[in-house]
């Protein structure tokens, strides 16, 4: 296995959170690092999935660009996309696995398999006990930088290498516990779940007969920084009654390095004060959220808020949003986001927004990335205008051939269900 392991960039993000200004993408550089015996400042390790041998190097990095790709791997802007293990070893492809992604020796993937900060890459390549040369990890990170570093991995041990766990949530209840474990840790639907018992949860006591509901899963105290992964399941009826509090949705706040994925909200009832969505409220940069949908409805009794996510930092791809959203107080409401300073591809918003000031089809304000694959219409939206993303026809959004660059024979699906619009193939 191999280990790195970066810190986090919060101050960064919160100076973005801050003045608003957009994240710069900066010029494609190629880079080989080879880490050497030193003073470790990233440590790399090779672990085999036999737990009687242990290959283990660490050290500090030399090599051009060190700086920067140092920056890259503290900050969490890493998709690892191939590993080449040494000619010397084998010939033919290993297959290896990455935080539980299976990804084969000498086979490039895309988009590659994400690297959080501050968390450990573990790297288990099965049958491979004995290695001695150099390992090619090849990554691409959040700035377009395509890199290759190189580690050379000597000697050999005892040792059991670590396994990444993954919890499985069965119903609401360990839906809703989740918020009191570990929010650095992996979790996964076992099946679909229903919550609407959360309609009940937690009686407001000055109010009795009304409750808040679901509590939100991380806060901007303690953010959820995990892996969330919907497995394809649905969760359905979740109500959230929380006017006086910011950071509402199934997930609160979303931190660095945090992902959620594969995992549809249908018929959400979702109620904050500000930074409102039905997914997360707060999603920071770094990150990700795809191949997730919402339906239902969101309010906010103050500003942000959006369909799926209230204001987002993340990388955000094949998702939706059918879900209606009000926005009561000032400003910013949007079909699928409320605030965009992250970077969003393959989404499309078909709700009805309402609200005063910046209130979008797609999205309120935009500050950042948000490609032309991304479409909105005004008769679904009841807006003339977005912060960002394609206005589309209704018709139109009903066609394949509208949605530029989608992929329709992994991902998406259109027919006459779903009113005719795409929707996810697992659904």
Not at 13 to 27: E, K, N, R, S, V
Not at 147 to 171: E, K, L, M, R, Y
Request: net charge negative; with cysteine; aromatic share 10%.
């Amino acid at each position: 296995m191999v280990l790195l392991r970066g810190t986090s960039a919060q101050a960064a993000l919160d100076y973005l959170m801050t003045y608003g200004w957009a994240f710069i993408l900066i010029a494609s550089v190629v880079a080989v690092l080879v880490f050497v015996v030193s003073t470790p400042i990233s440590k790399v390790n090779f672990y085999s999935s036999d737990p009687t041998k242990i290959m283990l190097k660490g050290g500090s990095v030399s090599g051009s660009d060190v700086d920067i790709i140092l920056q890259n791997i503290a900050e969490g802007k890493i998709y690892v996309t191939k590993i080449t293990l040494p000619a010397s070893y084998s010939t033919e492809s290993v297959s290896c696995l990455i935080n539980g992604n299976v990804i084969s020796t000498g086979v490039k993937i895309s988009p590659g398999i994400y690297m959080p900060a501050g968390e450990n890459l573990w790297i288990d390549c099965s049958g491979v006990s004995e290695v001695s040369g150099t390992i090619e990890i090849e990554y691409i990170d959040f700035d377009n930088l395509s890199n290759t570093f190189a580690v050379t991995i000597t000697g050999s041990g005892t040792g059991v290498s670590p396994v990444p766990t993954t919890i499985q949530i069965t119903d609401c209840a360990s839906l809703q516990a989740i918020k009191d474990g570990d929010l650095t840790e992996n979790y996964e639907l076992a099946s679909d779940i229903d919550c609407s018992a959360s309609a009940a949860w937690n009686e407001i006591p000055e109010n009795p007969g009304a409750y808040y509901g679901f509590k939100p899963i991380g806060s901007s105290a303690a953010k959820f920084t995990g892996s969330f992964n919907g497995n394809n399941f649905q969760i359905t009826n979740l109500t959230i009654n929380r006017g006086s509090e910011w950071s509402i949705g199934l997930f609160g706040d979303l931190g660095e390095g945090g992902e959620i994925s594969n995992v549809g909200l249908t018929n959400a009832n979702i109620y904050g004060l500000r930074v409102v969505g039905s997914l997360a409220g707060s999603v920071s940069q770094n990150a990700i959220i795809r191949n997730s949908y919402s339906t239902g409805s969101v309010t906010s009794a103050g500003d942000y808020v959006g369909g799926l996510v209230g204001t987002s930092g993340a990388t955000i791809s094949n998702t939706y949003s059918s879900a209606n959203v009000i926005c009561n107080g000032n400003q910013v409401a949007g079909g699928l986001i409320g605030t965009n300073y992250g970077s969003i591809s393959k989404s499309y918003a078909t709700g009805k927004v309402s609200g005063k000031d910046n209130v979008g089809g797609f999205v309120g304000v935009n500050t950042a990335t948000c490609t032309a694959d991304n479409y909105w219409n005004p008769t679904d939206s009841g807006q003339a205008s977005s912060g960002c993303g394609t206005e589309s026809t209704q018709a139109d959004m009903k066609l394949q051939s509208t949605y530029t660059g989608w992929d329709f024979v992994g991902i998406w699906i259109i027919d006459a269900t779903h009113g005719g619009y795409p929707y996810l193939q697992w659904e």
